[in-house]
């Protein structure tokens, strides 16, 4: 692929080399929520992974969760 980010080129590699078989699509800037990247997919928002990462005291916390779900951030907190 032409024009490619180097990190997306890297990628690509890693997963022909591990044997992936799936289809990698770049989406849009545009697409910043889990509706509106499963409209751009195609599929349901349940299929949508969606991560969010909060800083716990300078730890890390990485969540991830269907793009159907909410995260109660008070909750996380």
């Known amino acids: 692929m032409t024009n490619e980010h180097p990190a997306v080129a890297r990628f690509r590699a890693e997963h022909s080399l591990r044997g992936g078989t799936g289809d990698i699509v770049i989406l849009p800037d545009s697409v910043h929520t889990a509706a ?3 409209e751009a997919l195609g599929c349901e928002v349940a299929a949508i992974a969606n991560s969010l990462l ?3 005291d300078g730890v ?3 969540i991830l969760t269907s793009g159907g779900h909410r ?3 008070k909750a996380t907190a």
């Open 54 to 56: 909060f800083d716990a």
């Open 60 to 62: 890390p916390v990485l």
């Open 71 to 73: 995260v109660d951030v």
């Open 36 to 38: 509106l990247a499963a």
